[in-house]
């Protein structure tokens, strides 16, 4: 059954810090470039932070560069999102998928934003509320 688990989630106060990991399942992740995805109330979804298959490459929207660092373990099939310096501006459902093949890992976070995951659907995310 493919499926992705978000977990990590919480209430923080402005200036924390939170990881968030994704666990997934019925497919070779290996194979795969992955990302983390929000939507916050009203808004569309966007792609946060992606990571290539190979680690080599990384890409993270304006808003998180500095403060956000992705990672892979394809052994534990698992996604992480280390977030630091929160700000009210990074509340939201954060989800994790599998990338839509693009030309590069910024395309293939804004593809994956917008058409879905490659593999599987949209897990049901983790809440990450900043606030103090």
């Known amino acids: 059954q493919l499926e992705y688990v978000e977990s990590g989630g919480g209430l923080v106060q402005p200036g924390g810090s939170l990881t968030l990991s994704c666990t997934t399942a019925g497919f070779a992740l290996n194979n795969y470039a992955i990302g983390w995805f929000r939507q916050a109330p009203g808004k569309e979804r966007e792609g946060v932070s992606c990571i290539s298959s190979s680690h080599g490459s990384t890409y993270y929207t304006d808003s998180v560069k500095g403060r956000f660092t992705i990672s892979r373990d394809n052994a534990k099939k698992t996604v992480y999102l280390q977030m630091n310096s929160l700000t009210p501006e990074d509340t939201a459902v954060y989800y994790c998928?599998?990338?839509?093949?693009?030309?590069?890992?910024?395309?293939?976070?804004?593809?994956?934003?917008?058409?879905?995951?490659?593999?599987?659907?949209w897990g049901k995310g983790t809440l990450v509320t900043v606030s103090s």
């Open positions: 998928a599998a990338g839509k093949t693009g030309p590069n890992i910024q395309t293939m976070c804004k593809m994956t934003a917008g058409l879905g995951p490659q593999v599987g659907a």
